[in-house]
């Protein structure tokens, strides 16, 4: 498995903190920045690892902003892009589950650094289950393809 994960400056500790813990269960992981506390804008940030989690360059996606809502908001704008705004254990095990969710986002300023690292490891353990969830997937996905023009 192999994990692009970046930050804006509101989640720029708490990416540290994650990349370590990532390094810690042996799985590979690409920094796409920042590099700092400066501040910076999200989506600048979002769209690359958004990009390489529907290319296929990576499997999955960790985005980290002051609240997460942000990053959220921007990576969901890419087709195929599943990011789940997580603050909390279940959650991170159900958009796994239920979701399949490619991208985990979190606020470094809403939870603390322990709480992150119970979130990624959950979330990076979890599973799809298919299912009935299969199908709500494929709906999220014809929802992609609306157009305005329609």
Known sequence: MKIAIAADHGGYEMKEHVKKIIEDLGISYEDLGTDSVESVDYPDYALPVAKKVVSGEVD??????GTGIGMSIAANKVAGIR???VHDCYSARVTREHNDSNILC??????????AEEIVRIWLHGEFTG???LRRIEKV??????????
């Open 141 to 150: 996905k014809e929802i992609e393809n609306f157009s305005k023009d329609s």
């Open 131 to 133: 299912d009935r969830h």
């Open 83 to 85: 990011a789940a705004l």
């Open 106 to 115: 979190m606020g470094g300023r809403i939870i603390g650094l322990n709480l």
């Open 60 to 65: 999955k996606g960790i985005l980290i902003c």
